[in-house]
């Protein structure tokens, strides 16, 4: 079946630091979309990229999707407190179906 | 934006018993309910996909037996657990799509414990 891999698994920065997680498809994906879950929390929807090489910024979070359509990253410039929590891409190869990737913890030191 | 609320938050049960949860998109008609499970620090397994008025489609290794789930409306999604143990003790979490809206919309979940 379909894998979605995510590195670094976890990640520890000091508050201020850049953090970027990457998301890898074994197969060319239609779109690929981002979440955020909160510890303790459900998963918040951040965005959505659907073409080749396409990027999009929301404030301090750059996100990119890879020209083959099989990877994609989130960038977080100078991160706080807030960034806490683990972030997922989600997947569909055509489907109505989402798989999600293993996701990156992200711990922010004050 | 577009709401689901999850009821139980938490349960505990007796090895055994059923358990029902809950899923109703307050303020919009989800076409498409999506159940996940999560481990704790892992991610969202896809356990299965259910339609309004159709019959749910289970991944692989997903018992529909023990998992049954049933959409009988377009805001109403229901999972129950039967026959419980303590291996389906998980963070059980649902997600309403819109037809023609990418974006899914996720209930706050069911911590299920099975003693």
């Known amino acids: 079946g379909q894998q979605v891999m995510q590195i670094p698994q976890y990640q520890h920065v000091q508050e201020g630091e850049d953090f970027t997680t990457y998301c890898n498809s074994s197969t060319t994906l239609s779109n690929i979309q981002w979440y955020k879950q909160r510890p303790g929390g459900h998963p918040v929807f951040l965005i959505q990229l659907v073409k080749s090489g396409e990027v999009k910024k929301q404030k301090r979070l750059t996100f990119q999707f890879g020209e083959a359509k099989k990877n994609s990253s989130l960038h977080i410039t100078a991160t706080q407190t807030t960034d806490v929590g683990t972030y997922f891409c989600a997947v569909t190869s055509g489907t109505y179906k989402y798989i999600f990737g293993t996701g990156t913890r992200l711990k922010v030191l004050a | 934006g577009a709401v689901v609320s999850q009821h139980p938050s938490r349960v505990i049960c007796k090895s055994g018993t059923s358990v029902k949860i809950e899923c109703r998109s307050l303020d919009f008609q989800a076409t498409t309910m999506f159940w996940y499970r999560q481990f704790p620090k892992k991610s969202l397994m896809l356990m299965a996909t259910?339609?309004?008025?159709?019959?749910?489609?289970?991944e692989q290794g997903v018992e529909k037996d023990k998992f049954l789930i049933n959409h009988a409306s377009l805001t109403l999604s229901t999972l129950t657990v039967t026959s419980a143990h303590p291996e389906d003790s998980s963070f059980y979490i649902c997600s309403g799509g819109i037809a023609g809206n990418e974006k899914l919309f996720f209930g706050s979940g069911t911590q299920l414990s099975v003693l």
């Open positions: 259910s339609n309004e008025g159709s019959k749910a489609t289970y």
